[in-house]
């Protein structure tokens, strides 16, 4: 979906790219010699289908339909949240043993936090390409941290939450973020 949606941001930007920059030469009257064109635009058919009783339902139709169709493709690529709760392993038919997902995640970003030289941790959980579901801690760490020892402690946590889940279908990564200026200290006087 998202290289779809590349290619036709492509080749949108190329046809309005190409049509502005023939229109600008066109305007200048400085067009390659071996393209003609006409000296003027009739626009004769236009202006009366403009003038036409129907013209402004049509206009507001299409208008809507667009406007759906742009709000249908922004709800498309809203990030999806994969939050709730999902079946365990051992759940037997008429039991369901469930898991809130919500709970691990954030629990594991408290424990991320508490690590030496972390100034703050967040947890989310979104869906994965193929289904699954991820897993993603975000910290953001001092510029005088310790970023092997940051690194173990994610690491860490990463099988620690993964394990509460229990499901091969997660998967976990952290994003690290440094921070640009040291957290200033109280200053005892």
Do not use: K, N, Y
Request: hydrophobic residues 50%; contains cysteine; aromatic residues 2%.
């Amino acid at each position: 979906m998202l290289a779809l949606d590349r290619v036709l941001v492509l080749l949108l930007g190329l046809v309005l790219l190409v049509g502005g920059v023939a229109t600008a030469l066109w305007g200048a009257g400085r067009l390659p010699a071996a393209v003609t064109a006409p000296e003027e635009l009739r626009t004769g058919a236009l202006t009366r289908a403009f003038d036409a009783s129907w013209w402004t339902a049509a206009a507001a139709v299409g208008g809507v339909v667009l406007a759906l169709l742009g709000i249908r493709w922004l709800v498309g690529h809203l990030p999806a949240r994969a939050g709730g709760t999902v079946a365990l392993t051992g759940s037997a038919p008429g039991r369901r043993l469930a898991l809130d997902l919500d709970s691990p995640v954030s629990v594991a970003a408290d424990v991320l936090g508490t690590t030496a030289g972390v100034r703050s941790a967040r947890g989310s959980l979104s869906r994965g390409p193929r289904g699954g579901r991820i897993v993603t801690l975000r910290a953001v760490v001092e510029p005088t941290a310790d970023i092997p020892a940051v690194v173990t402690a994610a690491e860490g946590v990463c099988e620690d939450v993964l394990g509460v889940i229990g499901r091969t279908d997660v998967q976990a990564r952290v994003q690290v973020a440094v921070a640009r200026r040291a957290r200033g200290l109280p200053r005892a006087s």
